[in-house]
């Protein structure tokens, strides 16, 4: 998890570690180890590409990236291949 105040909470700690988990939370700053971060940051990137009219227009193009997104399995496919690479490199 991120070490986002709402995930560190000792209620937090206390109610996984009652249903038998242990929270293993990501070092600070470590958006390369987290896949949503990836997915924002292309999302970010594609949609400051060109201007935007209106806030409608910024909505349409945040939901169709999205989708484009979800549906291209080549982009999961790095974003998991880029997480992989991250992970190895902690674990060395």
């Not at 038998?20 to 990137?45: H, M, T």
Request: hydrophobic letters at 30%.
């Amino acid at each position: 998890m991120g070490n986002e105040s709402i995930h560190t909470s000792s209620e937090i700690d206390e109610l996984t570690a009652s249903r038998g988990y242990k929270c293993v939370y990501l070092p600070p700053y470590s958006l390369e180890l987290n896949p949503i971060e990836q997915f924002w940051s292309v999302v970010r990137n594609k949609v400051k590409r060109s201007e935007l009219s209106d806030k409608e227009d910024l909505r349409t193009r945040i939901t169709e990236t999205c989708n484009t997104m979800i549906l291209s399995s080549n982009t999961m496919i790095l974003l998991h291949e880029n997480t992989s690479n991250a992970s190895r490199k902690l674990e060395r």
